[in-house]
């Protein structure tokens, strides 16, 4: 018996030994599949039908949009020292490359002609400017104009069946709502950002002569200047500039030229070759305490006038020293910066109703604005 009993006992043990080799080296002779120990169960979103746009998204209006977003490569010849072949200066200074320069911008696609929106200081100084536009095609641009003041430039170039962006209503953005940004940040290919409107009418920031800039914390980066800030239907809104950084990247504060200026632009340049602006002869300064009390005057917002220039368009209508400027056509006024404005986009030869205060009088007149004239250059000392 104990024979027996020794014998089933081996063969049992041979028996459940092999099992366990081939269920561990080979578990498909037996029939088992992998393990399951250690599985994780998941749960997988119904698959939504092709093309059909999530909701909250973007994606429509940046597919129309990006199109006519175009990224400008510029190049400025290396400007050769009179001085690179004298022994001396090789010797002091070593020799001086003569790579030329390139530079990386973004601009905006607005007629079916062939016009392009970008910034002035993109294309400054370029002795070539190429357009690459989102399908792949290049061409060689042409400076149609530029106007430093608001610092915008007008392209033009040659191709057939070029995308175009449809203009929006600068004029009815509120602050909170929102808008894109597109453009080549960085020269690493188009790039969509999104945010809203943080400001409107921002000034004072010394970038430009002429500033009302939209503020946009949607990521504006270096090269996406000239790029366009369009609303949520795709429609450009603006024109971006500058952005506030202390690290060359976003910080979330951006501007951008509205689309009203920039249309103002683009058409005194196609139209005219230049920008027309008004001009009333005047000096104006920010109304302080001081000079209220120098000119004995009661106002407590506005633009004080400090001085007049003879025969000018003020004089001729009857603004004095001392005067101060509240309203232009029935906007207001509260800074030189915004007077500024207010007069540049007056058109010479046609009269605008001011309003300003005169000691403890409000007045009414209508005065006639003329040409703005161009900046002097600056005589070599």
Same mark, same amino acid.
């Given at each position: 018996?104990?024979?027996?009993?020794?014998? =089933?006992?081996?063969?049992?043990? +041979? $028996? $459940?030994?092999?099992?366990?080799?081939?269920?561990?080296?080979?578990?498909?002779?037996?029939?088992? #599949?992998?393990?399951?120990?250690?599985?994780?169960?998941?749960?997988?979103?119904?698959?939504?039908? /092709?093309?059909?746009v999530p909701?909250?998204?973007f994606?429509?209006?940046?597919?129309k949009?990006?199109?006519?977003?175009v990224?400008?490569?510029?190049?400025?010849?290396a400007?050769?020292?009179?001085?690179?072949?004298d022994?001396?200066?090789? =010797? !002091?200074?070593?020799?001086?490359?003569? *790579?030329?320069?390139?530079?990386l911008?973004?601009? +905006?696609?607005?007629? /079916?002609?062939?016009?392009?929106l970008?910034?002035?200081?993109?294309?400054?100084?370029?002795? *070539?400017?190429?357009? +690459?536009?989102?399908?792949?095609?290049?061409?060689?641009?042409?400076?149609?104009?530029?106007?430093?003041?608001?610092?915008?430039?007008?392209?033009?170039?040659?191709?057939d069946?070029?995308?175009?962006?449809?203009? #929006?209503?600068?004029?009815?953005?509120?602050?909170?709502?929102? %808008?894109l940004?597109i453009?080549?940040p960085?020269? +690493?290919g188009?790039t969509?950002?999104s945010?809203?409107?943080?400001?409107?009418?921002?000034?004072?920031? #010394?970038?430009?002569?002429? *500033?009302? !800039?939209?503020q946009?914390?949607?990521?504006?980066?270096?090269?996406?200047?000239?790029g366009a800030?369009?609303?949520i239907?795709?429609?450009?809104?603006?024109?971006?500039?500058?952005?506030?950084?202390?690290s060359?990247?976003?910080?979330?504060?951006?501007f951008?030229?509205p689309?009203?200026?920039?249309?103002?632009?683009?058409d005194?340049?196609?139209?005219?070759?230049? %920008?027309?602006?008004?001009?009333?002869?005047?000096?104006?300064?920010?109304?302080?305490?001081? $000079?209220?009390?120098? =000119?004995d005057?009661?106002?407590?917002?506005?633009?004080?006038?400090?001085?007049?220039?003879?025969?000018?368009?003020?004089?001729?209508?009857?603004?004095?020293?001392?005067?101060?400027?509240?309203?232009?056509?029935?906007q207001?006024?509260?800074?030189?910066?915004?007077?500024?404005?207010?007069?540049?986009?007056?058109?010479?030869?046609?009269?605008?109703r =001011?309003?300003?205060?005169?000691?403890?009088q409000?007045?009414?007149?209508?005065?006639?604005?003329?040409?703005?004239?161009?900046?002097?250059?600056?005589?070599?000392?």
């Amino acid at each position: 018996m104990k024979r027996l009993w020794l014998l =089933f006992s081996q063969t049992a043990t +041979v $028996l $459940l030994a092999a099992y366990f080799v081939v269920a561990t080296l080979k578990p498909q002779w037996l029939g088992h #599949g992998p393990s399951m120990e250690g599985a994780i169960a998941l749960f997988e979103a119904p698959a939504g039908k /092709p093309g059909e746009v999530p909701p909250g998204s973007f994606r429509q209006a940046a597919q129309k949009a990006s199109a006519a977003v175009v990224s400008i490569n510029t190049s400025k010849a290396a400007r050769k020292n009179p001085n690179a072949n004298d022994p001396w200066f090789k =010797f !002091f200074y070593g020799d001086q490359g003569n *790579e030329a320069q390139g530079g990386l911008g973004s601009g +905006v696609i607005v007629s /079916p002609s062939g016009y392009i929106l970008t910034n002035n200081h993109v294309i400054e100084g370029a002795d *070539e400017i190429e357009v +690459v536009l989102n399908d792949g095609r290049h061409a060689p641009a042409k400076v149609i104009g530029t106007d430093p003041d608001s610092d915008l430039a007008v392209l033009k170039i040659d191709l057939d069946k070029l995308p175009i962006m449809v203009l #929006g209503n600068s004029d009815n953005l509120e602050v909170g709502d929102q %808008v894109l940004a597109i453009g080549n940040p960085f020269g +690493v290919g188009q790039t969509v950002t999104s945010g809203i409107v943080s400001a409107m009418g921002r000034n004072q920031l #010394g970038i430009n002569t002429f *500033e009302n !800039f939209i503020q946009t914390d949607a990521a504006i980066n270096p090269g996406n200047s000239g790029g366009a800030l369009v609303d949520i239907n795709g429609n450009l809104l603006g024109i971006n500039t500058a952005i506030y950084s202390r690290s060359g990247g976003s910080m979330g504060i951006g501007f951008a030229i509205p689309v009203a200026t920039a249309k103002m632009v683009l058409d005194g340049i196609v139209k005219d070759g230049q %920008v027309t602006r008004g001009w009333i002869g005047v000096e104006p300064n920010d109304l302080s305490p001081e $000079l209220a009390e120098t =000119f004995d005057v009661k106002a407590k917002e506005g633009v004080i006038i400090t001085g007049v220039l003879q025969n000018g368009p003020a004089a001729k209508a009857g603004i004095r020293p001392g005067d101060v400027i509240v309203g232009i056509a029935d906007q207001p006024v509260t800074d030189v910066t915004q007077l500024l404005s207010r007069v540049a986009a007056l058109k010479p030869g046609t009269a605008s109703r =001011f309003t300003l205060e005169r000691k403890n009088q409000k007045l009414e007149l209508d005065v006639t604005p003329g040409v703005r004239p161009k900046p002097r250059p600056m005589l070599q000392q």
